[in-house]
Structure formats: C-alpha cells, structure tokens
C-alpha cells in the first residue's frame, strides 16, 4: 500500500469512526436508560391499548374491530377511540415511544413503562369479573416487570426507573357503572358512601403497593360525570343525565381528593397530578363549540337514543349502528368513551393544565420534576 494510499483510508477509517460515535451518543442520548422516565399505566378502556385482545373475555370488552382505531392507525388496535387514547398522547408529551400492552405477545423490556390497563377492570375484583384483569391482578402484573427489570438491568438502574417512572390510572367508571346494568350484590349490600370507601380503598392499596417498590410520582384523576355518557342519557329515557350516577361520582372525587392528601402524608416522597375531569367534560358537554366540537351529548358510533343503547362496531352482532363522518365533532366515540380529539384535550390538561384544573402538580412537572410554589 502506497503511503498515499494508507493516509486516505486512515482519513476514510476515521471519518467512519467519527460517525460511529457520533451515530452511537446520539443514540446514547435518545435512548440512554438513565435519560428516560418510564410510564407505568393502570386502569379501564380509557386506558386500555389492546390489552383485552389478549384475553379471553366477550366483544363487550373488547375493541378489535372497525370502526375503532380508523381515524390514526387505519386499523383496529383493541383501543376504544377512533385514534389514540390518553396514555398515547403523555407518552408522546414525555418522549417516549407509544407504550406495549404488557398481554401483547413478543419480548419487551419495559424500560419505557408498560400499559396493564384492561377495558372494563374496576378496582374492585367484582367487577366485571372473569373477564377483564381487575386493578390488583394489575399490580400483580407490575411486580412482575419490576423483577424483570431488576434481573436484566441490575439493582440500581431497576430501582431508578421504578423511582422517576410516572405512574397513571384511569380506575372507577366500572365499579360506578356496572351495577346499573347488572345485578350487584355487593353495591345492593352497601351505602352508596361504604361502597365508595370500598373503591377507594382498593386503589389507596395498590398505590401504596406500588409505593412500596418505589413508585413516588401518580396521576390519578378525578372521574368525569358518567352519568353524561350516552349509554345513561339513554337509559335514562328522559336524556337527560344520571342524577344518581354524577351523585356517586361526586362522592367519589371528594373520598379520592382526601384519600391523596392522606398518602401525601403518609408516604415517603408521594407526589401527585389530579385532573379535574368532572368540571372540565361538563363545561365541553355544556358548551362543545367554545373547544371546537359540535355535539356533547350523542355519540359518533353507536344506535338507539343518543346512540347510546347498544355498541358500536360490527362484531357484537349489531348488524345495524350508525357511524357520525367526523369523530373529531363528537365529545363521545361510542356510548361511553372520547374520540382521538377529545382525548387529546383531555391528555393536554393532564399533562400542563393550570393548578385549578390539575394539581398539586400536573404530570409535565412529575416527568421533569420543576417544583411549583404552591403544593401541598
Ligand atoms: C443522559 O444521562 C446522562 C447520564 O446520566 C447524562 O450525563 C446526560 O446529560 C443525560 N442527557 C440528557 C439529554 O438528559
Ligand atoms: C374461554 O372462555 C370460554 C367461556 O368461559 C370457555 O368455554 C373456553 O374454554 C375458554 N377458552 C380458553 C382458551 O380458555
Ligand atoms: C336483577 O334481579 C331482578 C330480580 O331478581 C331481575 O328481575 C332482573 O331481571 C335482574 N336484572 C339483571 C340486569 O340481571
Ligand atoms: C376492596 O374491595 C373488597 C371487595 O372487592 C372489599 O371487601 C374490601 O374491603 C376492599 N378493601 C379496602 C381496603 O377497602
Ligand atoms: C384556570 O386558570 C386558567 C388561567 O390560569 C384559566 O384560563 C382557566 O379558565 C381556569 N379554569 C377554571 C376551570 O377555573
């Protein structure tokens, strides 16, 4: 090899290695372990990104079929929407990729987090039982991971990722709505006020199961008015709301409100992010176009009254359901859960919304914790 000959390869040689680690930092930084604060999600179809196609349950919890996930994925992905769904879009927020159901087959590390959220789970193992995985089996499903991670990536970094990791639950619409529609012995058996305490306490024990394996940072949002949902409007027969539904929902943000003061103060290092749903989807039902939608109270997908009375989507042997053009007008998808729009705003005032909409602390700050002034 001439000596020119040498020169331009070592210069070639170089520039390849220049790239190599330049390509390899800036993989580092993307993707670095310790950069990263993982999503851990929990909870019911709100949340639920296919989980449910896993199981083996009834079409009622499952939405693996059109019309479901037209408007983004063009296919159906098992979420109840016609695009993302909450968790999607936080994922997005803090730079992470879309979030595994942990039942999807396939090998995942769940660095990032894992979505155990189920469609029709409550926090109380009654509910919907034998065919949804309820809120403590989800735990189970956690702790699972957290020894996964623990014997891949070693003690420490496990115990980082579980320690920033935000944690986030969609949990109680079931509990809540299913003795409507099925004969429920434990909520006949019960004040409506023991049978929120019952709710309440089953999600304080898996919070502070998480928090005994190091979990610190939870968003867990008061409930919208689901006596709104227009599968009650319908129920209903007036259209008008639930009264007695919106009534137990209230008493469950009040008994939740308290309960998350309590493990403030309870438990070591606990922070939290508590959306006001109820007041931000009745002021969009009150007034759609002030937010850009057009109607709050029938849904995109479904039939009957408000198109609340049976499901939408062709596998639960309605043959006959009627699909709005534009999901992105409706507040509601189907008869009880949000189009991609109306998720997304909702995603927004999770993740930023002021102090008198999220607080103490909104979910931005719990992923880069930037400490408010006010907290308590
Ligand atoms: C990623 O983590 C490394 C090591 O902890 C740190 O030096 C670096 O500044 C971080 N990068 C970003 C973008 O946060
Ligand atoms: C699924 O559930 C049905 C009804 O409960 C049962 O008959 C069937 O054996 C189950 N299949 C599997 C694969 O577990
Ligand atoms: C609930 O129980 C009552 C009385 O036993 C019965 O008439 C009714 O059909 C049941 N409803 C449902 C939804 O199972
Ligand atoms: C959890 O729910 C069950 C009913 O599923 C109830 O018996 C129990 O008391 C609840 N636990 C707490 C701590 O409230
Ligand atoms: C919350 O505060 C923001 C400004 O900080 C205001 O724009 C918004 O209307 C308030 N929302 C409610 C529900 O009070």
């Not at 509910?127 to 991971?145: A, M, N, P, Y």
């Not at 053009?325 to 409706?330: A, G, I, Q, Y």
Request: charge should be neutral; hydrophobic fraction near 35%; aromatic fraction near 12%.
């Amino acid at each position: 090899m001439s000596h020119r000959n040498m020169s331009v390869s070592i210069h070639f040689l170089t520039i390849l290695v220049a790239l190599f680690i330049a390509r390899a930092s800036c993989r580092a930084l993307l993707w670095h372990p310790e950069n990263r604060t993982a999503l851990f999600v929990f909870g019911d179809s709100l949340f639920d990104p296919g989980n449910n196609n896993f199981l083996n349950t009834t079409s009622q919890y499952q939405a693996n079929f059109y019309p479901y996930g037209e408007t983004f994925f063009k296919h159906p992905t098992g979420r109840f929407s016609d695009g993302r769904i909450i968790p999607d879009f936080i994922a997005e927020y803090a730079g992470l990729p879309l979030i595994p159901p942990y039942l999807q087959p396939g090998k995942y590390e769940f660095m990032g987090g894992a979505n155990f959220a189920s469609a029709g789970a409550g926090a109380l193992a009654e509910t919907h039982s034998g065919f949804v995985v309820d809120l403590k089996s989800q735990l189970r499903q956690f702790e699972k991971i957290e020894k996964q991670l623990k014997k891949n990536f070693g003690d420490e970094l496990a115990a980082k990722t579980i320690s920033e990791a935000v944690y986030m639950f969609s949990i109680g619409g079931n509990d809540y709505g299913s003795p409507f529609f099925t004969n429920s012995t434990l909520f006949q058996s019960h004040s409506h006020e023991q049978y929120v305490a019952m709710v309440i306490g089953n999600l304080t024990s898996v919070i502070s199961g998480i928090h005994s394996k190091g979990g610190r940072k939870f968003g867990v949002n008061s409930l919208g008015p689901l006596g709104c949902h227009p599968v009650m409007r319908a129920l209903e027969g007036t259209g008008a709301c639930s009264k007695e539904l919106n009534e137990l929902v209230k008493l469950h943000n009040g008994a939740l409100a308290k309960a998350l003061q309590k493990l403030g103060a309870k438990l070591d290092g606990f922070k939290y992010s508590n959306c006001d749903l109820f007041s931000v989807v009745m002021e969009l039902i009150d007034n759609p176009p002030k937010y850009g939608f057009k109607e709050g109270k029938e849904a995109c997908c479904g039939s009957g009254p408000y198109r609340g009375r049976t499901s939408c989507g062709g596998r639960r042997g309605e043959t006959e359901y009627k699909l709005c053009p534009n999901p992105s007008e409706h507040i509601y998808f189907d008869s009880s859960h949000p189009p991609e729009k109306a998720n997304q705003y909702y995603a927004e005032l999770m993740w930023s919304g002021s102090i008198n909409v999220t607080g103490p602390y909104n979910l931005e700050e719990l992923f880069k914790p930037i400490h408010r002034q006010t907290k308590n």
